[in-house]
């Protein structure tokens, strides 16, 4: 009060503060992608640990590391701006790779 | 001398193109041959299923998990420190590739804690055919995962010693590299810890 600010005044700038810097922090794609792919691993490792992997936890890791892959090679990577359009093809080719061999893994294991 | 000028320009755009090409060029090679070391893998699976899931049962999945997250962490970090090149704040990006780097030395850290205790354990890399793959794909990828923490180390010296045009091209190669390293971990994680 000495200085014209009550406490509730101060925990109000707090507030806003904390909302803009978390404003900001969701604004770059970076950010969001690094959440995301924290919460997708810890998703998979839940998946695994906690609950019995069956077809659907089997199925459930191989879309969720498929999307892992995906936003790396987009978010991180940025393939879709840096490299020539010819790789960004190679990199579409290898994740879909990569899923196809998933799935392959998986359809042996149920005797598709 | 205007004529000469453009030259330079030309030319050292040429040299930023070309380290860059080589970068993905590498990066493609390298992804190319984890895809046959995954088909591989895979076809050997299918042919002694029970054993694989039987040895697959005695990897910490906890340590693989950690480690998921230190290479997205610092893959991200990575990332935020190019950016902040970009937006010409040197200092925040030393800051960030520190960052990196020290999620790098925890990754190589535990990598090599998960090796101790296999080892103790009795588990080798002549063991059976899934500790064979199992060794193999993590060590390629061990000694990836070295080579990109001497490249940053670079990048953090080019960036300690001179903040110059020159820094930007050498960051976003060695970040196209450091990144590949976390999209091949993100296969290896779940192929080898937990599909079964």
């Keep these: ?112 | 001398m205007k004529k000469n000028y453009e030259d330079v320009v030309i030319n050292e755009h040429l040299s930023t193109d070309s380290k860059s090409s080589g970068v993905w060029i590498f990066v493609s090679i390298d992804m190319a041959i984890f895809l046959l070391f995954f088909i591989v893998f895979l076809s050997e699976r299918n042919n002694n299923v029970s054993l694989f899931i039987s040895s697959q049962e005695h990897l910490n999945i906890t340590i693989g998990f950690i480690n998921t997250v230190f290479l997205i962490t610092s893959s991200w970090l990575v990332a935020s420190a190019i950016q902040s090149i970009r937006r010409n704040a040197p200092h925040k990006s030393i800051l960030l590739l520190n960052l990196a780097l020290l999620f790098g030395f925890l990754f190589v850290f535990f990598k090599l804690y998960e090796y101790t205790e296999k080892f103790n354990a009795g588990i080798s890399i002549i063991g059976n055919y899934f500790y064979l793959f199992y060794f193999l794909l993590t060590f390629i990828h061990f000694a990836h995962v070295i080579g990109g923490i001497v490249a940053l180390f670079i990048v953090r010296r080019n960036l300690v010693t001179s903040f110059d045009e020159k820094v930007l091209p050498v960051a976003e190669v060695v970040g196209v590299y450091w990144h590949m390293v976390d999209l091949l971990w993100i296969v290896l994680f779940p192929l080898l810890y937990l599909l079964r």
């Design chain 1, 1 to 112: 009060m000495a200085y014209g600010r009550s406490s509730m005044d101060c925990s109000i700038s707090i507030v806003i503060f904390v909302k803009v810097m978390v404003m900001k922090f969701y604004k770059n794609i970076v950010n969001v992608a690094w959440i995301t792919l924290i919460t997708i691993t810890f998703l998979a490792w839940l998946i695994v640990e906690e609950m019995n992997l069956g077809l659907w936890g089997t199925f459930a890791i191989i879309i969720l590391s498929a999307l892992k892959v995906n936003i790396v090679s987009r978010v991180f990577m940025e393939v879709k701006t840096a490299a020539l359009p010819a790789y960004a093809i190679f990199f579409k080719a290898w994740i879909f790779a990569v899923v196809i061999i998933f799935f392959s893994f998986f359809a042996y294991q149920r005797g598709l």
